[in-house]
């Protein structure tokens, strides 16, 4: 079983920035993808960035250039740094662990103000 505990949303304005974190903890296999998802109101949850134990990143077009996804392998630990931020942007961001099986975790709500 693994837990997902996500920290750092807040209410920010347009242009500015928010880091995500993930701590992962349970019986995690060191072959495995984490990764961001985020759900706007009233839209289908999307994928925002993942990252492979191996280090290899994949990004939404909408974020490319302005969130960077990286992980410490050593603590189970995903980052999502968020750069010039976008009203567009707010949602709720939902970690993922996926090895086999989606593990997900409670979200955190990023709000950005015009």
Known sequence: QVQLVESGGGLVQAGGSLRLSCAASGRIFSNNVMGWYRQAPGKQRELVATVTSGGTTNYADSVKGRFTISRDNAKN???LQLTSLKPEDT???YCNYKNGRDVWGQGTQVTVSE
């Open 77 to 79: 630990t995903v980052y």
């Open 91 to 93: 949602a709720v961001y």
